[in-house]
């Protein structure tokens, strides 16, 4: 599967911005899907998860409240919903696909595929 992210950008601190990331091939509901970033000198990191289904959601305690995951296995699409954004969001985000039903979903050996990553810039 092929991954596209898009949707990033410059906001102001307590904006909004809504990531999206589209899947090509024809097994997309096959795929657990996720969020991370990272930012500069750091380490890649979870941001979110959603399962096949798009019934259950994993966020990162960090954006806990702020962002929401979503899914449309029939337009093969992942969203991710930021609110309430601060400077430390700040941070290439990437989505990725899992297709293992195992495993952590905070780790990133956990994923199959990568998106080429989004720049999202939050700062006044």
């Known amino acids: 599967v092929q991954l596209q992210a898009s949707g990033g950008g410059l906001v102001q601190p307590g904006g909004s911005l809504r990531l999206s990331c589209a899947a090509s091939?024809?097994?997309?509901?096959?795929?657990?899907m996720g969020w991370f970033r990272q930012a500069a000198g750091k380490d890649r990191e979870f941001v979110a998860g959603?399962?096949?289904?798009?019934?259950?959601?994993y966020y990162a305690d960090s954006v806990k409240g702020r962002f929401t995951m979503s899914r449309d296995n029939a337009k093969k699409t992942v969203t991710l919903q930021m609110n309430s954004l601060k400077p430390e969001d700040t941070a290439v985000y990437y989505c990725?696909?899992?297709?293992?039903?195992?495993?952590?979903?905070?780790?990133?050996?956990?994923?199959?595929?990568w998106g080429q990553g989004t720049q999202v810039t939050v700062s006044s």
């Open positions: 990725a696909a899992k297709s293992s039903r195992y495993g952590s979903w905070l780790s990133r050996r956990e994923y199959d595929y």
């Open positions: 959603i399962s096949w289904s798009g019934g259950v959601t």
């Open positions: 091939g024809r097994t997309f509901s096959s795929y657990g």
